[in-house]
């Protein structure tokens, strides 16, 4: 799709066919692993478009400037059956909701981050594409409440923090093993929860190591159900991993630069909801089974091996409100970086 001459005037919506994968011979139907996964999204009844508009923007918008004309961002989600309807609607709750913000060049507008939109998602962003599990320093960062509050003050507190990776112990008491406090309030400043802070005293604690005292591995099981987050994190796996497979041993019959972007998209969706339940403990607190590890990795390879086709087609789709085409930042190939930089490319 080329860009508009005339940048006001409006663009008919594109159809999109996506491939079928097939053998020699025609009797036998081969679904590709990449067009199943779309395939297996797209017979959901129900699609939570602002959580999957939330993936596109931390994903493929914030590397190109953080900005996109509302046609474009409904162009690119239409092959996931995500209507205009729905993308508006999500769109406007989330300007509501000061992720988002409107700048208008004619009869179009660009939809941008927030200040506060832009620090939420590259905090998001350096959870996503870490390649490689925090270590720890055998300190916990507590935040304990001070002071009353209200029922419904307490209940948005204790989702901000979930949120955040926080378990609890109790209903005053909030732990994490890693985070940076100072960012930790930051992050309630920007959901609105300023007036909190005051009954809020965030603090360093270690384990002082008593014989006969519960331990680190008790405040885990006591402070995160670890168990259905791993059970999730399995299905994640299990999932996304014969579509790893099938790359790695079919590279000739790659995907389209299309059906790259979708999947990468739903790639990136997936792994964020769950890390957003995800504390990120350290391997040294984790089971010795834990399947998240695994997922990170799965996913940094998966990636890595969509973002060239992916952005290709992004070159070719995205478009900010004056026809023109965001170039994508440095900061995209930081992302899933190894920590060997002789690690060659995939």
């Known amino acids: 799709m080329q860009a508009p001459a005339d940048p006001n005037q409006a663009q008919a919506p594109e159809t999109t066919k996506i491939r079928t994968f097939a053998p020699a011979d025609p009797a036998i139907l081969v679904i590709h692993p990449a067009k199943k996964r779309i395939d297996d999204f797209l017979q959901q009844r129900r699609v939570q478009a602002g959580s999957l508009i939330i993936s596109v923007f931390g994903d493929a918008v914030l590397p190109r400037g953080g900005r996109i004309w509302l046609g474009s961002l409904i162009d690119l989600l239409a092959p996931l059956d995500v209507s205009d309807r729905l993308v508006r609607t999500a769109i406007f709750r989330l300007a509501k909701e000061q992720w988002l913000r409107t700048e208008a060049h004619g009869r179009r507008a660009d939809y941008m981050l927030t200040p506060a939109g832009q620090r939420r998602f590259e905090e998001a962003s350096r959870h996503i594409y870490s390649s490689h599990a925090p270590t720890w320093d055998h300190r916990w960062r507590l935040i304990l409440v001070i002071g009353e509050l209200d029922p419904k003050q307490r209940e948005r507190l204790r989702g901000a923090l979930f949120w955040q990776g926080f378990g609890s112990l109790g209903s005053d008491c909030f732990v994490h093993p890693s985070t940076d406090l100072t960012t930790a309030f930051d992050a309630l400043m920007a959901d609105g929860m300023s007036d909190l802070l005051k009954h809020l005293m965030p603090l360093l604690a270690a384990n002082a190591g008593f014989n006969l005292s519960a331990n680190d591995a008790d ?128």
Not at 245 to 266: G, M, N, P, W, Y
Not at 284 to 298: M, Y
Not at 301 to 323: C, F, K, Q, T
């Open 219 to 346: 405040m885990v099981r006591r402070a995160w159900d670890l168990e259905h987050l791993g059970l999730a994190y399995a299905d994640f796996v299990s999932r996304y991993q014969p579509v790893v497979e099938a790359l790695r041993h079919d590279v000739k019959s790659d995907i389209s630069d299309e059906q790259a972007f979708l999947l990468r998209t739903l790639l990136i969706h997936d792994y964020r909801r769950l890390l957003l339940r995800d504390p990120e403990l350290p391997d040294v607190l984790l089971p010795g089974t834990w399947p998240g590890q695994k997922a990170r990795l799965l996913c940094k390879e998966l990636y890595r091996r969509l973002l060239a086709p992916s952005e290709r087609h992004l070159d070719l789709h995205m478009r900010l409100a004056n026809g023109s085409t965001p170039a994508a930042l440095p900061l995209l190939a930081e992302r899933f970086q190894s920590v060997d930089p002789l690690t060659p490319p995939l």
